[in-house]
């Protein structure tokens, strides 16, 4: 599975952004996904989660109640809505694919497909 992550940029802090990732092919929907980031010097984090029919998401602590997961099957997408967004938010976003298991995981070890990264940076 081959992930394009897109969608990121800079925004001034308190503002909102959406980065979004395309999955190349239909097992896409078979699918969780799950979103990381990685600041500058700082090891790659979790962020949230879906399951593959969207029925189930996990949020890490960070970012509950300001970052929304979603996904379009219809156009093998998920996508991770940003809202008052924080200079700390600074970080390259990762999308990620597992090979289609029953748990929804929040550790990089277990997700197998990884998009390149696309970078936020929040202003102050």
């Known amino acids: 599975v081959q992930l394009q992550a897109f969608g990121g940029g800079l925004v001034q802090a308190g503002g909102s952004l959406r980065v979004s990732c395309a999955a190349s092919?239909?097992?896409?929907?078979?699918?969780?996904m799950a979103w990381f980031r990685q600041a500058s010097g700082q090891e790659r984090a979790f962020l949230a989660a879906?399951?593959?029919?969207?029925?189930?998401?996990f949020y890490a602590d960070s970012v509950k109640g300001r970052f929304t997961i979603s996904r379009d099957n219809a156009k093998n997408t998920v996508s991770l809505q940003m809202n008052s967004l924080k200079p700390e938010d600074t970080a390259v976003y990762y999308c990620a694919a597992d090979d289609g298991t029953w748990v929804l995981g929040v550790s990089e070890n277990e997700y197998a497909y990884w998009g390149q990264g696309t970078e936020v940076t929040v202003s102050s």
């Open positions: 879906i399951n593959w029919s969207g029925g189930r998401t």
């Open positions: 092919e239909r097992t896409f929907i078979k699918r969780n």
